[in-house]
């Protein structure tokens, strides 16, 4: 895939840099939990500021739906990322006013603003033209550094491209190059899928595009409560999707020949609260009922999945198998990472949670042929869908 890239713009010095990046990183309590998206974009953001141009970043943080949310503000972004690059970051405290153009027509060379959380604009997500006219207005050239967007159509992911030239970052470079190759080639076989996470929402959509190229799909997490429900196990007081239980239950009877291809938990760990101090039990799937809350696969299940990984040639990852937050519901994540480690295959890991995951369970990223800054956008893109953030940056 032949995407234009930062280094082939032939003068930076003077240039007013767009700067799309996804900093919509895990907070808890006000506070980062995993830099890995703002440690990743530091390359590109070095590099334009080192080749004297200015620099006005984007992100978005969350799902404000167009409404202004105080939690949801950039603020300490921009104060971690200022720490990092040991150089002021400005932030303005809307997207795009007056206040924010003219402090970007004063921008000198290798200053750096950001500009408040894109979604609080509803215009963003509608990728309005005007607005988008307007956004891009500021710039002189639209690097794309938000790989885990790109699978978005906003106004700052894909609609500045309509008005300014616009060029891939490191980051984006780096994630397109990795995956590439197992969308344009073979894949080593067989290629196990493991589903989990609590974003049910886009993940039924996209196995659903995988259900002729995997040979194995191992589903946890939130999403598996969803398949349990569909096929017609109590779940309890869990969460899960109600209006997906019917895909689901497509996707299962799509399955239907071969059971073992797709496996949801005949385990579960299961409390009646959410806490570091959870009272636990360890169940078959049978036994659920009333008002327990399944948050975490067991461990025959954890063992079956890692039996499938031992013999895999590829294996994708995507979404944590319990609520790994909480010390009592890690364990399934933990013994199916460290299975995955320890085995010699093309291991993709993706989205910011299963990376956060890894983090906290101390399994070392070095461990796996790559971890995706992407979650919905890096399986989309290994589905062989045509990413609106990247059609953008092709030749």
């Known amino acids: 895939m032949k995407i234009k890239t930062i280094e082939e713009i032939k003068d930076l010095k003077g240039k007013k840099v767009l700067l799309r990046v996804d900093f919509n990183v895990p907070m808890r309590d006000g506070e980062i939990q995993d830099d890995t998206r703002i440690t990743q974009s530091l390359d590109t953001i070095n590099y334009l500021k080192d080749k004297g141009a200015s620099i006005i970043i984007m992100s978005h943080m969350g799902r404000p739906k167009g409404q202004v949310v105080e939690e949801l503000r950039l603020t300490k972004i921009a104060k971690y990322l200022s720490d990092l690059i040991k150089t002021p970051v400005k932030k303005m405290d809307t997207v795009l006013d007056n206040e924010v153009k003219k402090e970007v027509e004063s921008m000198k060379e290798g200053e750096i603003i950001m500009l408040e959380n894109t979604r609080f604009r509803p215009e963003e997500k509608e990728c309005d033209p005007d607005f988008t006219k307007e956004l891009a207005s500021l710039g002189d050239i639209f690097v794309s550094d938000a790989f885990s967007a790109a699978h978005r159509k906003h106004a700052s992911t894909t609609g500045i491209a309509d008005h300014l030239p ?19 080639e ?6 196990t899928l493991i589903f989990g996470g609590a974003k049910v929402d886009t993940k039924i959509g996209v196995i659903k595009n995988f259900i002729d190229k995997a040979d194995y799909f191992l589903i946890g997490g939130a999403l598996a409560n969803t398949f349990l429900a569909a096929a017609g196990y109590d779940v309890g007081d869990s969460l899960y999707e109600k209006d997906k239980v019917e895909t689901a239950r497509e996707i299962m009877l799509s399955c239907e020949k071969n059971r073992e291809r797709f496996i949801i938990p005949h385990d579960v760990v299961v409390a009646d609260e959410i806490s570091e101090n959870a009272e636990t039990a360890h169940l078959p799937i049978e036994d659920v009922t009333g008002d327990m809350k399944i948050l975490d696969i ?12 031992e013999k895999s040639g590829t294996v994708i990852w995507n979404g944590p198998l319990g609520l790994y937050e909480h010390t009592p519901f890690q364990n399934g994540t933990k013994l199916v990472a460290s299975s ?3 085995h010699n295959c093309n291991s993709i890991i993706g989205g910011g949670d299963t990376a956060d995951a890894l983090k906290r369970i101390n399994v070392p990223a070095e461990a796996y042929t790559h971890i995706s800054t992407g979650g919905g956008a890096c399986l989309e893109f290994l589905s062989g869908a045509k990413l609106p953030g990247i059609e953008i940056l092709k030749w």
Do not use: C, D, H
Not at 186 to 191: T, V, Y
């Open 340 to 342: 995955l480690a320890r």
């Open 186 to 191: 073979e894949p080593i076989r067989p290629l």
């Open 166 to 184: 616009a060029y891939a970052g490191f980051l984006m470079q780096k994630e397109i190059e990795a995956l590439s190759p197992i969308v344009e």
């Open 298 to 309: 067991g461990k025959w299940t954890a063992e079956k999945f890692n039996n499938i990984i």
